[in-house]
């Protein structure tokens, strides 16, 4: 009896050459359903219609076609039991072999803006699940594939015969699959709770915040090693797809968080920027007409913590800024793009990774998961729009001039990726010192007017910004000894009106944002 293939898919990538050598090199017979079908006798392929198989005609607009005993009972028949090929010979049933079935795509057509409900219901797969889940349970005779990549190795397994090798194999694909069918049933269900039109909606999920958080990812790639060598890491979900290395070692997972905080650091300018990061704080950053002054000014910040750190830019790094970078040791270096003069600079640095940023990065891709004991915290990322000071509030008796405003817009876009307790010092689109994760606000001020010190750079006129409230006027006196003549902050204190005052009695200027941004 001729071995039954199953093909029918909606990503049709591979598939006519694979289906040719299960028909010409593993004498399968074909059956299919609708544009698999068409496309397979197109190609001059021989097919039998599953309706024809089955002997019912697909109905209610292709809803119900493979929901039929003929399938079903040919997927889950056990080879080794009588009773059950009893039975499928009894009822007509053959066997089929081996079946290869992605699904509707369900996640492209609700990721498009303005898609209805009914678009999303008419996408969520039915039979092919089923015809999934049928095979993959009974993997030990059935060979299920839900993926096209795995097209070339089944072809390689097939031709080496049943044995340990293919058994190890099928039961590869069936996890696969059920983990497939898993985040499939995952994506309707977050979908239709995003949707909830109830009388009371869970306004919650409505606003992404699911009653229940199921994650999974596939493994993209084993990690040498984690934070530490003695830890074992790997790496989940899809940062290849927003990022191409073009040169350097493989990277590390300290390097992935590096770049992730440099990524959503660099996505808050649109100016040319340039922005340094050590252990994921910005240790300086800058925006200036050019790169290259950029850089010389973010790396005026402070001249020793960039060794080994990460550089960001947010425009296409030519050679005058290579040349410039290549003075100092660097781990990895972000940008768009690099111009061909760059790349060949920086081929001298076989250790150094150039990572390509694919696609723009804003704070609005990224949910922050967090794993506890016994569970995990998920938010939003803080994307609060720090360019809209609509609702800043001057609090002090003296306005902010308009330099003294800039240099709080731009201090305050980087103190929110700095960890807290968060200082920092800034002039006109630039960082002039730096003090982060400290226990006191005030240790973090001193730390940053140190910093400052050690690289020469005179704080007098700057401006401070603070990621939380001054609990007392301590920091913000602090900051005025140090030369700050305006503060930006969240305001909210009981002490805030000590606060201000402080500042009334120095003749500084304070805004308060009115938000925080705490970074644990």
């Given at each position: 009896m001729a071995k039954l293939a199953l093909l029918s898919v909606s990503d049709k990538t591979g598939l006519v050459d694979f289906a040719k050598a299960l028909v010409e090199q593993h004498g399968f017979s074909l059956l299919s359903t609708g544009g698999t079908a068409r496309l397979l006798r197109?190609?001059?392929?021989?097919?039998?219609d599953v309706s024809e198989h089955t002997g019912s005609p697909e109905i209610m607009e292709g809803r119900v076609k493979t929901l039929h005993p003929k399938v079903h009972g040919g997927l889950l028949c056990r080879r080794d039991e009588p009773e059950h090929l009893r039975?499928?010979?009894?009822?007509?049933?053959?066997?089929?072999?081996?079946?290869?079935?992605?699904?509707?795509?369900f996640e492209e057509t609700v990721a498009k803006t303005g898609v209805t409900m009914?678009?999303?219901?008419?996408?969520?797969?039915?039979?092919?699940?089923?015809?999934?889940r049928s095979a993959a349970k009974n993997h030990e005779s059935v060979t299920v594939l839900c993926d096209p990549a795995d097209y070339a190795e089944t072809l390689e397994k097939l031709s080496a015969g049943e044995g340990d090798a293919l058994q190890a194999f099928r039961r590869k694909l069936a996890l696969k699959v059920f983990q497939r069918t898993s985040s499939?049933?995952?994506?309707?269900?977050?979908?239709?709770?995003?949707?909830?039109?109830?009388?009371?909606?869970?306004?919650?999920?409505?606003?992404?915040?699911?009653?229940?958080?199921?994650?999974?990812?596939?493994?993209?790639?084993?990690?040498?090693?984690?934070?530490n060598p003695h830890q074992k890491a790997a790496l989940y979900g899809s940062f290849f797809d927003a990022f191409e290395q073009l040169q350097g070692k493989e990277l590390s997972y300290n390097n992935i968080l590096d770049i992730t905080a440099a990524t959503y650091l660099i996505g808050e300018f649109r100016a040319p920027t340039v922005a340094i990061l050590k252990h994921t704080n910005p240790c300086g950053a800058a925006s200036a007409d050019d790169l290259v002054?950029?850089?010389?000014?973010?790396?005026?910040?402070?001249?020793?913590?960039?060794?080994?750190?990460i550089i960001v830019v947010n425009q296409t790094l030519g050679a005058d800024l290579a040349k410039e970078i290549s003075g100092?040791?660097?781990?990895?270096?972000?940008?768009?793009?690099?111009?061909?003069?760059?790349?060949?600079?920086?081929?001298?640095k076989k250790n150094l990774r150039l990572m390509v940023t694919k696609q723009g990065l804003g704070g609005e891709n990224l949910r922050e998961v967090r794993s506890v004991v016994g569970g995990v915290l998920l938010q939003d990322a803080d994307i609060q729009a720090v360019s809209d000071d609509a609702n800043f509030q001057v609090v002090t008796k003296r306005?902010?001039?308009?330099?003294?405003?800039?240099?709080?817009?731009?201090?305050?876009?980087?103190?929110?990726?700095?960890k807290s307790n968060a200082i920092v010092y800034a002039g006109v689109e630039r960082t002039l010192g730096v003090g982060a994760g400290q226990m006191s606000r005030v240790d973090s001020s001193r730390i940053?007017?140190?910093?400052?010190?050690?690289?020469?750079?005179?704080?007098?006129?700057?401006?401070?910004?603070s990621d939380a409230f001054f609990p007392f006027p301590d920091g913000l006196i602090a900051a005025s000894e140090a030369g700050a003549t305006a503060a930006i902050q969240p305001g909210g204190s009981v002490r805030d009106e000590a606060v201000i005052a402080a500042a009334d009695e120095r003749d500084m200027a304070m805004v308060f944002t009115g938000k925080r941004h705490f970074r644990h």
């Open positions: 197109e190609s001059g392929l021989p097919v039998t039975q499928a010979e009894e009822n007509g049933i053959g066997l089929i072999d081996l079946v290869v079935v992605n699904l509707y795509p009914e678009e999303a219901i008419e996408n969520i797969d039915i039979g092919g699940p089923s015809m999934l499939y049933d995952r994506a309707i269900s977050a979908f239709l709770e995003s949707r909830q039109e109830a009388e009371e909606p869970d306004m919650d999920a409505i606003s992404g915040i699911p009653s229940e958080l199921e994650l999974t990812f596939p493994r993209a790639k084993t990690l040498r090693y984690g934070e002054t950029a850089w010389k000014e973010a790396f005026a910040t402070d001249q020793q913590a960039p060794f080994g750190g100092i040791f660097s781990e990895v270096i972000i940008a768009p793009d690099f111009t061909a003069e760059a790349r060949e600079i920086f081929a001298k306005q902010p001039t308009e330099e003294e405003w800039r240099a709080m817009r731009f201090g305050w876009r980087v103190v929110k990726h700095v940053a007017v140190w910093k400052a010190g050690e690289a020469g750079l005179d704080l007098k006129g700057s401006v401070v910004a």
